[in-house]
Structure formats: structure tokens, C-alpha cells
């Protein structure tokens, strides 16, 4: 083996470097050159190329992203332990408890191996949430596929929903909730983030930093093997062509079980007091560990490669440190901790070895046996990357496609023929993104541990984060990717409403962002105009809504070819409430309940179901959203659940009134009688609009009739338009008086049908 030394590399100034194969560029290779006064050897251009890739250092991002830490209120900052920057965001709840929360990407790994790549996906996550000193208590999944009849989305979401389940069941961690979209645009590029949630005290709350000169660096848990390579480092920083990626790393496998071990070894490291912090090694393996932890406590590192226990000994040294295997963790342990450290560790049966120890000057300092491999100052490798502000250019097919409405088209409207808009009805509530998705979510466990309170299908997931008082958190999770392609701006703000109006629905107080924002690639002008456009209407949002981003990831590189993906940002929002025993469910479950629609109809479906649908149709503008009528209608739903005002809430967005009155009545098999004359008389729509418009600020409730006057005057004290349009009853249908009466049999069988039809 042949080891390129620093002395080498000073002696040896004009060997020619492989930057490029290692997604460099000409001037990042020489910026790199200009840090340290001579060639990177080898080792150092491995941990450049790596931590200054698109995925790791958020190169051609930071400058929007900066918005999120800048249009915030002292009142926003209220709840906030720990903000963006971290691993993962940390929010206080209350009776000296906190929840951390961060939603990420796994999508190009996903589409080369689905299992592997949506399995490790879940465990990084869990990883980041355990950094923070907390214990993982859930998960959710928001899935991307492509378009539904295709056999290549078969192969992909048996792979990601396999992969999914298989390693949050066996971690035993509740998948509570997410969202599964089909669309041919995501065909050779399906997007697959994952959420993890965890729960701590205030005072057993870490931050990974190595700031003491002396403490060891320990890396402990699964041996480092080739597998991810320069994964999702390199994958996740370039397009998809024809052919598939260019490079083809190995994606990371993950062993859950490992991971079991891990995570309750690393509480009980954090719980002694033995570690001063820990990182985990998920994307840039090494080199993301050591230089983050040093940059991060203003200090230094010296390494000895070689003591990093392997699984397969022809590693190279530049291989060890772009290594992403899983289930592994770096800790900085004080010497005077290392017999406690390792008493913990032996009992779990979790293998370490001391890497080295933090130092006071400013460099990390790495040997491969006697020979200095890599002298660099840290924060240069984790934290001051170039930065790039992209050239941004409107989309020269943006005024067409916005020109391009459902009304300029004429698309036909079956008011007249209420047979036809029957049909339609069940067609939308039947087609592959209405369906039901039981298909995919039972195979998720939703519900071990005991302190799952909703799930699937609730429009938002929640849990029990205590015992004793019932204190627990809600979370919802929301992008439109067809919305943000007519509009990022609003697209990204409608994201943003609809998970806050799912928290709300739960009944919880919403109190925290965290998203996830994929786009195709960033030296496309047009993506950055699109990026730009929805950063900033989701940080001018998060600011009209009072709730802050916490933190998240971004991804870019989401295209096959030329082809981007739809601009998707997610959007997830965490709520807090109270006692869970309060919670507020979605569907109806007993009969008599007065049924009422909060919020006004307009006629918007430009973007919608409907016009997908029937019409095969994409233009126009996006529904109008109020950010200041949607928090008034959270605080509505809050002092209804306090008072129990409330049976049921769920909210109206994809496919309208007519999926909100499906998934109300199949979920407990409770039947309705509604009228929407009214509903179009009072906000001049027609029966089309009434049923499939998308309108925002939109919420079905059931009220018990012994409550109706409280309810309604409450409505009217905060200024929301209420309008009583049903009431529920047991005959086993749906009534939709002067459309359709349907058997609730009738509706399920082609409501269930679509995805096991479409999937095996």
C-alpha cells in the first residue's frame, strides 16, 4: 500500500490529483491548495472532496438557508433549546422535558438499492436525534415514488417500504405517520426522507464538540468497512443520467439490531456522565466526525488511523475516512472516564478503540502509523467551505405554465350531470395518491412501545412523551410538489400551512419546523430561482406563524438528465399538548354529531386532484393561503379540544371536501347525510368547487349537538365562517343530497383496492 504523506505532498507539489473524479472543482482544488500551502496528500483531498460535496457543507444553499436564523422573533425563540446547526433541533415542551425532531434525505441511495438505501436512511436519522442525549421514540417516512403503474416504482417501493419497516420495527420505534405521493416526475428519482423524533430532560441535553484539550476520541460501535464509500457524499452531488449515476458507490448497509445496542449504550454513556459528547458517522464517515467535533470546540485533533478496527483490512487510509459504514459513533470521552467508558461499553459487547485525543492548536492531525497523512485547520474542512451564490433565472416556461389555467383551458365541469360528478368523486378518492395507504403503512409498526395516541390514518401522528402527566407531541409532515411548481413561493407556504393545520386538527399547540427541501440541480439558474423562491416564502411563513425552523437538510441533484424533479419541500410541524387522553381523532364515531365546515370555499383548482385526476392537467396558481386566518383557526381548535368541544377534525386540502367526507366516514364506519346547497350559495361555487376545490383554512369537524351553541359562538367570537353541511348517522351510507347516496361498502372497496391492485 502506497501512502501519500504530508512530507510527500510538500516534496511532490505537481502530482496530478484525481479532484475531479471526486466531484471537485478546478478552483475548490485550488482554494484547497491555497489553505494549506501545498498539495492535499491524498487522505486530505479524500476529507475535502467529501465534507465540501453539495450534501455536507450546503454549499450553493447556505445563503437562503441563513434566512431561517434570520426572520425569527423573540417569541419564536422562546420554546427553542437548540436551533439550526446542530444534529438535530431541540424544543422545549414543558415540565422540564424536550423533544428533538430533524426530518433528511436518503434518496439516491434509495433508488440504487431501495432496501438498504431507505433502511440506513432511518438509521441515521435515529442516530442524529440519540447525539442530542435523547431517546428515539418515533419515526415517520415521506416517500416520492414515481408514476404508480410503473414496473420500476414496484421495484423501488417494495425495496423502500421494506427497508423502512424492517429496520424501525426491529429497532422497536412506532412509524406514526408521513406521506406517500405517486408521480411520473419522480420516476428515475424518487425522493425517500425520513423523520426521527426523540425525548430528554433539559439537563441531559449534549452538543457535539470536542473543546477540552486532553479528552480522548474514541470510535466505538460496528467495525468500518467499504460499504458507502464517498456514498451519499458523492451520490447525492450529482444528477441521475440515462444510464444511472456516473459513480456508483456501495451503499451503506445497516444492521438494526447494532443500532438497538447502540442507542441504549449511548444513553447510558450520556447518563453516567462519562462522554463529554458524541457525533455519529453517517454521511463523510470519518471525516465528518472528527472535523465537525473540532470545529465545533475550537480545537484541535490528533488521530491514529490505524487503530480504527476494520472489517475488511485492504481499506486504504483515504477509504477509512470516506468509509460511511453504519451503526457507528465518535465519542470524547475525559481520561479520567475512560475505565466508566469502557465498563459500559464491554457490557453492551460494543467495540471501541481510542483514536487519539483532542489538542489546543487549531489542526486536525492525522497518522497512519508513523507517517502524518493529514494536517489541516478543522473548520476548514467542516464549517468554511466555499459558498456559492448560483446564478438565478425565472423559468422561461413559468408565465406559460401559470397562463395555463384550469379556467383558460375550459376543462370541463360535470355540475349539470350529477351521475358523471358521482363518478368523479369516486375516481379521485380512488386514484393511487387518495387511495388508502394501509397497504404500505401496516407494515409499519405504528404502535409499540405504548405511547402512540395517533396514527396513520390521523392526519397527523402523536406521542406520549410522558407517563405520568400524559404530556405528549404531535407531528405532521406536508409538501405539494405540483403546487410548488406552479408557484415555489406559495408552494412552499402551502406546505407549510396544511402540517400546521394537521397539528392543529390533533388538537395540539403547533411550535416548531423542520424540513426537508429537494430540487433538482443547483447549477440550473432556473432550480436556484426555484430554491431561492421557496426558502424564502417558507422562512417569511415560519415568521407570519411564529414557529421556528429548528433544522433540517437540503437535496440537491434530484434530476434524470435535464429533467428536474417538481420543487418539494417538506415541511414538518411539531405541536405539544397537554394530555394526549385530549386528543382530537379524524374520523367519525358517533352518531347524531352535527357536522361543520370551517373556513370559505373558493373556486381553486388550478394544481388540484381533481384537475390531475379527470383532466390530466397541470397550470394556473396555486390555492391563496392566509397564514394569520390559519393560526386563528388553530387557536380555535386548541380552546375546542380543552373545552371537549370537538369529536372529530380533519382537514380539507388534496381532493377537497370529498376526500375529507371519505376518510371521515370509512375510518370508524360511520355514515353522514350532507348538503352542500348551502356551501354554494354562501361562497358563490359551483358543486365541482364545493367538493374537489383545494381552498386553504379549510377544517370538517363533528360536534356532539349538546355542544353546538358553545361551539358555534366560539367559532363566531374568533371570526370563522362555520356553516353547519351534515350530520352523522348509522344507516351505513354517504349521502350527498341532490349528488349521490353511496353504501360505505361501495366507497371502501375501490378506496382499498387501488394500491394492492396496482402492487401485489
Given amino acids: 500500500m502506497i501512502i501519500d504523506t504530508v512530507k510527500q505532498s ?42 465540501w460535496s453539495e450534501h455536507c457543507s450546503y454549499k450553493s444553499s447556505k445563503i437562503y438557508l441563513r434566512q431561517f436564523g434570520e426572520k425569527v422573533t423573540p417569541e419564536m425563540k422562546q420554546h427553542l433549546l437548540v436551533g439550526m446547526g446542530e444534529n438535530a433541533g431541540v424544543v422545549d415542551i414543558g415540565e422540564g422535558l424536550a423533544v428533538t425532531f430533524k426530518v433528511e434525505s436518503h434518496n439516491h441511495p434509495s433508488y440504487i438499492e431501495p432496501f438498504q438505501g431507505a433502511a440506513t436512511g432511518v438509521g441515521g436519522i435515529v442516530r442524529d436525534i440519540l447525539t442530542m442525549g435523547a431517546r428515539p421514540i418515533a419515526v415517520m417516512d415521506q416517500l416520492r415514488f414515481g408514476a404508480a403503474e410503473s414496473p420500476d416504482t414496484a421495484r423501488v417501493l417494495h425495496g423502500v417500504v421494506d427497508g423502512i419497516s424492517f429496520y424501525g420495527n426491529c429497532l422497536g420505534l412506532p412509524n406514526i405517520g408521513g406521506e406517500t405521493v405517486f408521480d411520473k416526475i419522480y420516476q428515475g428519482n424518487p425522493l425517500v426522507n425520513a423523520l426521527g423524533i426523540g425525548a430528554l430532560k433539559h439537563g441531559d441535553l449534549k452538543l457535539a464538540k470536542a473543546d477540552k484539550a486532553g479528552d480522548l476520541v474514541i470510535l466505538f460501535g460496528a467495525r468500518t468497512g467499504a460499504d458507502g464509500i464517498g456514498g451519499v457524499s458523492v451520490l447525492a452531488s450529482e444528477t441521475f443520467d440515462a444510464d444511472g449515476p456516473s459513480r456508483r458507490p456501495a451503499v451503506q448497509v445497516g444492521d438494526p439490531f447494532a443500532e438497538k445496542v447502540l442507542i441504549e449504550c449511548c444513553l447510558e454513556l450520556f447518563s453516567a456522565g462519562v462522554v463529554a459528547g458524541i457525533q ?21 485533533m490528533k488521530v491514529q488511523l490505524k487503530n480504527v478496527l476494520l472489517r475488511d483490512e485492504s481499506l486504504t487510509p483515504e477509504e477509512i475516512l470516506m468509509s460511511e459504514s453504519q451503526e457507528r459513533m465518535m465519542a470524547i470521552v475525559p481520561k479520567k472516564h475512560l475505565r466508566a467508558f469502557k465498563k459500559i461499553v ?23 502509523g508513523k507517517e502524518q497523512i493529514v494536517n489541516v485547520p478543522p473548520r476548514t474542512v467542516a464549517h468554511d467551505g466555499p459558498v456559492y451564490e448560483r446564478g438565478v433565472e425565472l423559468p422561461k416556461w413559468q408565465d406559460a405554465l401559470n397562463a395555463d389555467s384550469v379556467h383558460a383551458r375550459g376543462l370541463h365541469r360535470s355540475n349539470e350531470n350529477t351521475t358523471d360528478l358521482a363518478a368523479q368523486f369516486v375516481q379521485v378518492i ?72 394537521n397539528v392543529a386538527t390533533s388538537g395540539a399547540k403547533p411550535l416548531a419546523v423542520t424540513n426537508c427541501l429537494n430540487f433538482g440541480s443547483p ?44 420543487p418539494t419541500p417538506v415541511v414538518g410541524v411539531l405541536g405539544v399538548i397537554d394530555d394526549v387522553a385530549r386528543r382530537i381523532p379524524s374520523g367519525w364515531q358517533d352518531e347524531g354529531n352535527n357536522i361543520y365546515l370551517l373556513g370559505i370555499t373558493k373556486d381553486e383548482l388550478d394544481g388540484s386532484v381533481w384537475s390531475e ?42 381532493a377537497g371536501l370529498a376526500q375529507a367526507l371519505t376518510e371521515s366516514v370509512l375510518r370508524f364506519n360511520m355514515g353522514a347525510r350532507v348538503w352542500i346547497s348551502e356551501l354554494c350559495e354562501r361562497d358563490g361555487v359551483d358543486k365541482t368547487s364545493a367538493l374537489f376545490s383545494e381552498s386553504t383554512g379549510r377544517v370538517l369537524v363533528s360536534v356532539g349537538r349538546e355542544d353546538d351553541v358553545k361551539f358555534v359562538g366560539l367559532c ?3 371570526n370563522i365562517p362555520v356553516l353547519r353541511i351534515g350530520v352523522t348517522d348509522n344507516t351505513g351510507e354517504l349521502e350527498i343530497q341532490d349528488l349521490a347516496t353511496w353504501k360505505l361498502e361501495d366507497l371502501r372497496a375501490p378506496w382499498q383496492a387501488t394500491l394492492p391492485e396496482l402492487f401485489g
Avoid at 435 to 450: F, H, N, P
Avoid at 468 to 483: I, K, P, Q
Fill in 10 to 51: 510538500k516534496k511532490e507539489a505537481d502530482k496530478e490529483q484525481p479532484w475531479a473524479a471526486l466531484g471537485l472543482k478546478e478552483d475548490e482544488y485550488d482554494s484547497i491548495k491555497e489553505i494549506l500551502g501545498r498539495r492535499p496528500t491524498s487522505s486530505e483531498l479524500a476529507m475535502y472532496s467529501v465534507m
Fill in 280 to 300: 455519529d458517522l453517517g454521511g463523510a464517515g470519518i471525516s465528518c466526525a472528527t472535523s465537525e467535533l473540532a470545529s465545533n470546540g475550537g480545537k484541535g
Fill in 346 to 368: 464491554n457490557r453492551y459487547e460494543v467495540e471501541y478503540s481510542v483514536l487519539g485525543k483532542v489538542i489546543k492548536q487549531d489542526r486536525l492531525l492525522i497518522n497512519w
Fill in 430 to 501: 380512488s386514484s393511487p395518491n387518495q387511495a388508502d395507504k394501509s397497504y404500505i403503512t401496516s407494515q409499519y409498526d405504528r404502535y409499540v412501545g405504548g405511547n402512540t395516541a395517533l396514527a396513520y390514518p390521523d392526519g397527523a401522528g402523536m406521542i406520549r412523551v410522558s407517563e405520568e402527566t400524559g404530556l405528549g407531541v404531535a407531528l405532521s409532515t406536508d409538501a405539494n410538489g405540483r403546487y410548488c411548481q406552479l408557484d415555489p413561493y406559495q408552494g412552499a407556504r402551502l406546505a407549510l400551512a396544511e402540517a400546521y393545520r
Fill in 523 to 566: 447549477e440550473n439558474p432556473e432550480v436556484m430561482w426555484q430554491f431561492k423562491q421557496a426558502t424564502t416564502g417558507l422562512a417569511d411563513g415560519c415568521l407570519e406563524l411564529g414557529i421556528p425552523v429548528t433544522g433540517g437538510n437540503v437535496s440537491f441533484y434530484n434530476q434524470t438528465g435535464d429533467v428536474a424533479i417538481f
Fill in 613 to 654: 385526476v379527470v383532466h390530466d392537467h397541470l397550470g394556473g396558481r396555486p390555492p391563496v393561503v392566509d397564514l394569520e386566518f390559519e393560526k386563528r383557526l388553530a387557536e380555535l381548535l386548541h380552546g375546542a379540544s380543552l373545552q371537549g368541544l370537538v369529536a372529530s377534525a380533519t382537514d380539507l386540502s388534496e
Fill in 716 to 718: 363566531e367570537a374568533r
